[in-house]
């Protein structure tokens, strides 16, 4: 039997690229004598038809025929001339089909046959050597075939049951029929040597058969479809060979809906693996890194992402699924990923090596010392600016120049710091032992000083108990200055009573003078004020008057020019009214018009008076305002004078007061015996020792 297969159009691409161009090489199967090739047909580009030849055997022949079953797209069943009881026979096997083969992966009881249907071939039996002729008419090979599936009575009770199942198993596993009839190619005479002859030699009739067959394989075999109705590609039928071989070496019946489902997600897998590998090969040879901004990468990302998904959709089985559209997705996103780190990297290290070329004088000049001087550091912030300028200024740095170039001045930084630390702990050891030297000589001179301390101590001792005996004599003489000082201060305080009370009894005269004064000053600017404010609204009354007259005028003057526009109005339009009509329509026009010239006076009048009342408010307010800022002023300066003469007139009585206060606040506070001794030897005794020496010295003269 040979089995022929369409594989889709659309997938020629991806056979070749799996090494498998339409199953180009020969596919032997273990379990028989099966192989087959890749013929090129005329059908559309970008298809080929696959060939398997299987030879029968009777161990595996069953095995053999579902094999060619589930691989083909078009079955052709060859047999040699015999009666059709005995053709019919031949293919006794199909009744047991359903024991060899399962479409669904879970069916409860037994599959119907529409099932199978979907998965079977297209039929085409093709007879050998047989020249179709019914009596002496010749019939077609269609009513040959027609004749052959419907039940024949003279079948024996024997063979009736087994060829009427088998004529059930044709017409329900096989849907489209098709037969050929074949006469011998040649003599008999060269049948031996066929392989031999040429074309030209062939029988007419038999050639004209084998262009018959050959063209309705080529036009009417269909492509090979999976359950998803998605077309087989040279790849997947070397995938389903392969899974249906395991199949059967492991003693399991084989299952297209299993065997299809492997099949597809191999090929959505392997379309996964190609659209994301031409998506890294067009991003390594389109991608220079590192690319001068984030967006460059990502358009060029952008744009062998969309080929990518293209690539996909024109290899994946089933273009509804999402699950390995979203398995891209995720490929692609981590390919981007990786690229992205990659321009990362390349940018660090262009970055990097720019960073240490321009850093290289510099660091010449820091081993050198230079920028570890006092006042030297402007000098280093200078030449560290220079260099980040000459660094911006190198082209194709990356993405990362901003991060590299704070990273490394961050690291320099740190060093300039340690460098800087490390020159100042060196002063600072240096300064600590100047420290140490100065401290020791400070330490000797602190001895030297204290031992004089204890010469001077000693002789501040012998001079206190001196003083102690000096105060022991000065205590009585404290005591009758007490007793004196306590006189003085009574007869001050008296004397400083009645001096403050006639300052007062002058000072309140005199406040009282320039008060009624002031009162009478106020008075007499309000009386002003009150006559100019009168003054002023009388004008204003008056000049409101005058406008009023002038406006009442005017509008009389208006009015009048329009009563007699009017009138001579309504004498042109209104000539035939009667003259009772024309006299009240004009007193009521008049009346109309004095009441509209009434209501426009009088809403003027008022405007122009609440204006003129707002005027004079805004003037009384100002002038109230000056007079009291005046009155002020004038108070501030009297009460400045008051007391200027105060403080001129009573200096001499205030430090009086201010020392009894002192003396009064000494008496009421009680100090201790030592700061007592203190205060009276300060204010008493040392004048009064003062006054003994000066008369012993007069006395020995």
């Avoid at 990097?352 to 280093?380: I, K, N, S």
């Avoid at 000589?441 to 102690?468: I, N, R």
Wanted: negative net charge; hydrophobic residues 40%; aromatic residues 6%.
């Amino acid at each position: 039997m040979d089995v022929v297969s369409a594989p889709s159009v659309q997938t020629w691409g991806d056979a070749g690229a799996a090494g498998h161009r339409g199953a180009g090489k020969v596919l032997r199967c273990e379990c028989g004598g099966g192989r087959g090739g890749s013929i090129p047909p005329p059908r559309p580009p970008r298809s080929s038809l696959t060939r398997l030849r299987a030879q029968d055997d009777i161990h595996n022949d069953a095995w053999i025929f579902t094999l060619a079953l589930l691989l083909s797209s078009t079955l052709v069943y060859n047999s040699m001339r015999t009666d059709s009881r005995t053709m019919l026979g031949s293919l006794c096997f199909l009744t047991d089909l359903k024991n060899y083969v399962r479409v669904r992966a879970q069916v409860d009881g037994t599959e119907p046959a529409d099932e199978f249907a979907r998965v079977f071939p297209d039929f085409v039996w093709v007879v050998r050597d047989f020249r179709l002729q019914e009596g002496d008419r010749p019939i077609s090979a269609d009513e040959y075939l027609d004749q052959i599936l419907r039940p024949q009575l003279r079948f024996t009770l024997l063979n009736y049951q087994g060829n009427k199942q088998v004529q059930q198993c044709l017409r329900s596993f096989f849907p489209h029929h098709k037969m050929f009839m074949l006469e011998r190619p040649a003599a008999d005479r060269d049948l031996a040597q066929l392989e031999l002859l040429r074309e030209d030699q062939l029988q007419p009739r038999f050639r004209q058969q084998e262009e018959a067959f050959c063209q309705h394989i080529w036009k009417e075999a269909p492509v090979k479809m999976l359950l998803n109705s998605s077309p087989v590609t040279g790849r997947m039928l070397a995938c389903l060979v392969e899974t249906y071989m395991a199949a059967i070496s492991a003693g399991s019946v084989p299952c297209v809906e299993s065997v299809h489902t492997a099949v597809t997600e191999a090929e959505n897998i392997a379309a996964v693996e190609a659209a994301v590998a031409e998506y890294r090969r067009g991003m390594k040879q389109n991608l220079v890194l590192p690319t001068a901004s984030f967006s460059a990468l990502m358009a060029v990302h952008q744009d062998w992402k969309k080929r990518a998904i293209t690539l996909f959709l024109s290899q994946v089985v089933d273009k509804t699924e999402q699950h390995h559209q979203a398995l891209l997705m995720d490929k692609l996103e981590v390919a981007k990923e990786e690229f992205c780190r990659r321009n990362e990297e390349a940018s660090e290290q262009r970055c990097w090596a720019v960073l240490r070329e321009l850093w290289l004088d510099m660091e010449l000049r820091m081993q050198r010392g230079d920028y570890v001087a006092p006042g030297e550091t402007r000098l280093f912030l200078k030449d560290l600016k220079r260099m980040q300028e000459e660094y911006k200024r190198r082209p194709d740095k990356g993405v990362k120049a901003e991060a590299v170039l704070e990273k490394f001045l961050r690291v320099k930084g740190l060093e300039m710091t340690e460098m800087w630390l490390d020159r100042v702990d060196q002063q600072c050891k240096a300064v600590l032992a100047e420290a140490r030297a100065a401290t020791q000589a400070v330490v000797k001179q602190l001895e030297e000083h204290q031992q004089q301390q204890v010469v001077e101590m000693s002789k501040m001792w012998m001079a206190k108990e001196m003083v102690e005996l000096k105060v022991c004599f000065l205590e009585k003489q404290q005591k009758e200055m007490l007793a004196e000082v306590t006189a003085a201060k009574k007869v001050v305080e008296k004397q400083l009573e009645e001096q403050q009370q006639q300052q007062q009894q002058v000072m309140m005269a005199e406040v009282t003078a320039v008060k009624k004064a002031m009162e009478k000053q106020l008075e007499e600017q309000q009386q002003v004020m009150m006559a100019e404010v009168t003054a002023v609204k009388k004008a204003m009354e008056k000049q409101l008057e005058e406008q009023q007259q002038q406006q009442q005028k005017v509008m009389l003057a208006e009015v009048t020019a329009a009563k007699k526009a009017v009138e001579k109005q309504l004498e042109e339009q209104q000539q035939q009214v009667t003259l009772a009509k024309l006299t009240a329509g004009r007193e009521a026009a008049e009346a109309q018009l004095e009441e509209q010239q009434q209501q426009v006076m009088l809403a003027e009048v008022t405007a122009v008076m609440k204006a003129m009342e707002k005027q004079l408010e805004e003037r009384w307010q100002q002038w109230a305002q000056q007079l009291q800022e005046e009155q002020s002023l004038v108070l501030s300066q009297r009460l400045e004078e008051l007391e200027v003469r105060l403080q001129e007139g009573h200096g001499r009585e205030a430090a009086a007061l201010q020392q009894v206060e002192l003396m009064q606040e000494e008496e009421q506070t009680v100090p201790s015996w030592r700061s007592t001794l203190l205060k009276v030897l300060d204010k008493v005794v040392v004048p009064i020792l003062i006054r003994v020496v000066n008369s012993m010295v007069n006395n020995a003269a």
